[in-house]
């Protein structure tokens, strides 16, 4: 698992490259609220064009970020996933809390 | 017929291992992408299952994995030996978890059943848990 966080005046974009589970979680996890600490977000955008696989394990860790960013006030968006990650999306319900852009 | 078994260590990022490893198995039966993505779940809920519930991080245990391949219809049969689950109907419900200070979902067993054809849970408390899954790949 591959991660790259950028902020751009305020629209922070966390890209995940490579397979989203228990194996990584605790680090993708560990970074991205680092990153949220560092402030100045105003929208939060999970890039998910490069994440070939995730289970149940990635969608506990989309409901901490979004319990996290809500009481910052933070808006968080999805962008590309691909077909599986995005029914998995789909079938727990995130699109619901986090809308999809592409 | 073919068969595959294997035991592995209920350690952390092995998930990864036993998915590829079941997935490449059945591709024997020429699943398409979208079915092998769905063994692909199956199985990292299953196992993650073990690793975190079951034995609760202890990484000295083992979980078993075996395959069967019949024609079309592969049965995935993940077992560990650990806590078991008191009450397996609340574990199945959407968003049950007994973890949830840990993020975690709840989603486990509802995504396989999701993409399985067939799920069975037998599990008894501090014994261990056995996920009997059925795959049916359509013909081309």
Redesign the interface.
Known sequence: MRLELTNRSGCAVARLDG?L???CVKEV?EKIDAFIRGGNIGQFVFDFSKLS?M???G???L??RYKKLKQLDVPIYISNAS??VDF?LS??GIYTIMKKIS | MNKFSMKLLAKTGNESFARSCVSAFCLEANPTLEEINDIKTAVSEAVTNCIVHAYSGKDDKFIDISVSLEGQKAEIIIEDYGCGIEDVDKAMQPFFTTKPDQERSGMGFTLIQTFMNDVKIISQKDKGTKVVMQKEFKKD
């Open positions: 397979e589970d228990e194996g996890r696989f289970d149940s394990t969608i506990g860790m409901l901490g077909g599986h998995i079938t727990a």
